[in-house]
């Protein structure tokens, strides 16, 4: 059972579109991660955000945390082949493991 | 390296046979956690350590799976009477104590192994 749904499933857009990605559940959160996944690698972790509202930018990506800590997003502005991959949103609720959602996989055509 | 590793990167293995997987952590990392990842889904939770007892062992799926870290480092997962369905990418993950979600305490993961059952 996927507690995290993220959307959409599989995007594809050319270099230099702007793109979000949805990460959505019914459950509160302590916080919630992004990561990025390539083929034959485990997930790389982008970002951790905690507190409900909040924003954070990692250069051309911009990650926010719902009021409610129930849903986020992932904005990448100017989109680069170099983003291609995997991205998966994990919640955590103060316990010791990750909660994955169902992962958006992403391709930027040069 | 200083990255965590699994071995093997690839096994396959036969319907009903028993298989062994191994995670290298990063030295000094307390907590180790396994995940399993099926084709287009995202990681699924099995078991998770800290030191040498399992802390967590709920997303173990039956009692076919079982794991151990004796020594509070490396990890097997081990899986008995195989099955078709048990084929996904089994990934391991480390941190320096337990994670909680929290940045102070991040999983790096391991490249996984890709487990195919025929």
């Known amino acids: 059972t996927q507690l995290l749904e993220q959307s959409p499933q599989f995007l594809s857009i050319q270099e230099g579109e702007n793109l979000t990605v949805y990460c959505n559940s019914s459950s509160v959160f302590s916080s919630l991660q992004w990561y990025r996944q390539e083929p034959g690698e485990g997930p790389v972790l982008l970002v951790t955000v905690v507190t409900g509202g909040e924003v954070k930018k990692l250069k051309r990506l911009t990650f926010q945390f719902g009021d409610a800590r129930k849903d986020s997003s992932l904005h990448i502005t100017a989109a680069q082949p170099g983003d291609t991959g995997l991205y998966l949103c994990a919640g955590a609720w103060g316990a010791n493991n990750l909660f994955f959602g169902t992962g958006t996989r992403l391709t930027v055509i040069p | 390296g200083a990255g965590v590793s699994q071995t093997p990167s690839n096994k396959v293995t036969e319907k009903g046979k028993y298989v062994e997987l191994r995670c290298d952590p990063i030295s000094g990392h307390t907590a180790l956690y396994w995940y399993r990842q099926s084709l287009g889904q995202g990681p699924e939770f099995l078991i998770y350590f800290q030191g040498t007892g399992a802390a967590d062992d709920s997303g173990l799926p039956n009692d076919r799976f079982f794991a151990v870290r004796p020594e509070g480092s490396v990890s097997t997962l081990k899986i008995q009477r195989t099955e078709r369905g048990d084929s996904a990418v089994y990934l391991c993950?480390?941190?320096?104590?337990?994670?909680?979600?929290?940045?102070?305490?991040?999983?790096?993961f391991g490249p996984g192994t890709r487990l195919t059952v025929l």
């Open positions: 993950a480390s941190s320096l104590r337990a994670s909680g979600g929290k940045s102070s305490n991040e999983q790096f």
